[in-house]
């Protein structure tokens, strides 16, 4: 395997060509828009640049944002200080920073829009609106909307979530997210260079509805949508059934990224799993064995051990973290008085926000620390004779 094509130059995609470019394959990346922005806020977790430093240590425009403020209905808001502030970027300025790496590597860019993939043997002949390539491998990274219906994942209306939002005037120095109710999603506000990203995602509810749940917020905070920008995505968030059978490998190609419907299915975060499993794919492909299929399933082993298997338990607790009661209240408002009340929860909420804790880890961390998250809100409420006195 000499010719390898990447169809899709976003994070994925762009990151992908750089390793291989970097190990010396003859890389070829086909998009049509390049670098472009979209309505997600563009922030990038500790885990993403202490993993991958170059996201922190370049000079691309970018806001550092270490708080970020939690609001529900009946339980108001709570300022979260980060101990490992969020890196805010524009998307198409992150998007363009990728693309440049992967060219400096040695991987051709090509604005262009692929309209087939044709197998010819053991490789591939590449239909664009610009002309044909031939490729021996693969690598589909085209996002959520891939028009390639024949590889990469396969997603149903019930594997979907929507996000929207608008660009507008302003500057803030923090993240606010607001949760809604009977809303599986949220609304986040993320300060950028020059501008906010406002916007809402759920699953479960037409765009045109989400849309007018976003308007009413950013009225009520006095944001003047009318003059914003508007832009719309949709987002891989797949069901548990969906994602034992998620088709990530076939044939001579393997996805990537939303390609390959690897997003946080609570959170919708997908930069992070988009540079994680494209470097996966790539350590798949340099693997030292002789078998294209020991490489695919390699990387199938590769995504699951890292963290295939903990976004599929994420799904489980979609709805009950944003439908769910506790309490006699909703989780979105527990959450928000246990992190106002209790340094120990809000200690797990800090190793969320910065993607320390997998949500495997997760049910275990909160049962050990209930008994001594309640005494701590007891405490603070003056109310002694409400929890034991046993803080363990």
């Not at 563009?42 to 996201?55: E, R, S």
């Not at 906010?196 to 950013?218: D, N």
């Not at 992070?272 to 494209?278: E, F, G, M, P, T």
């Amino acid at each position: 395997m000499k010719r390898v094509a990447i169809l899709g130059g976003g994070p994925a995609g762009a990151f992908a060509a750089e390793r291989l470019a970097s190990a010396g394959l003859d890389v070829r990346v086909f998009d049509e828009k390049l670098a472009w922005e979209k309505p997600c806020g563009g922030g990038l977790t500790y885990k993403a640049y202490h993993q991958y430093p170059f996201l922190l240590n370049n000079a691309t425009p970018k806001k550092f944002v270490s708080e970020t403020v939690l609001a529900a209905p009946k339980a108001g808001a709570v300022s979260l200080n980060l101990d490992q502030p969020m890196l805010i970027y524009s998307r198409f300025d992150l998007n363009r920073l990728l693309l440049e790496r992967a060219e400096h590597a040695g991987a051709q860019i090509e604005k262009a829009r692929v309209l087939e993939m044709t197998r010819q043997g053991s490789g591939w002949r590449i239909r664009t609106n610009l002309g044909i390539s031939d490729a021996d491998f693969c690598i589909v990274a085209t996002g959520a909307r891939n028009p390639l219906r024949d590889v990469g994942t396969q997603l149903t209306s019930d594997d979907t979530m929507s996000a929207l939002g608008y660009y507008v005037p302003g500057d803030q120095a923090k993240i606010d997210i607001q949760f809604l109710p009977r809303l599986e999603g949220y609304i986040w506000i993320f300060p950028r260079c020059g501008h906010l990203s406002v916007g809402i995602c759920g699953r479960g509810e037409p765009a045109g509805s989400l849309r007018k749940r976003l308007e009413q917020y950013m009225t009520e905070r006095e944001i003047a949508w009318k003059h914003g920008s508007f832009y719309s995505h949709l987002l891989p968030s797949l069901h548990t059934s969906s994602w034992r059978k998620n088709r990530v490998t076939g044939d001579g190609w393997l996805a990537v990224g939303d390609a390959a419907g690897l997003v946080d299915p609570i959170t919708g975060e997908g930069l992070y799993y988009a540079i994680r499993s494209a470097d996966l794919a790539v350590r798949a492909l340099l693997l030292e064995v002789t078998s294209l299929a020991e490489k695919m399933t390699h990387y199938q082993r590769l995504l699951r051990r890292d963290f295939a298997a903990d976004l599929e338990f994420g799904s489980r607790l979609a709805s009950r973290v944003f439908l769910g009661r506790f309490l006699w209240g909703s989780v979105p408002a527990r959450m928000i008085q246990f992190t106002r009340r209790s340094p120990r929860f809000s200690a797990i909420m800090q190793d969320l926000f910065s993607g320390r804790q997998t949500y495997l880890e997760l049910r275990q961390r909160l049962l050990k620390n209930l008994n001594g998250s309640l005494y701590e809100i007891g405490m603070s409420l003056g109310m002694r004779r409400l929890v034991p006195r046993k803080a363990s």
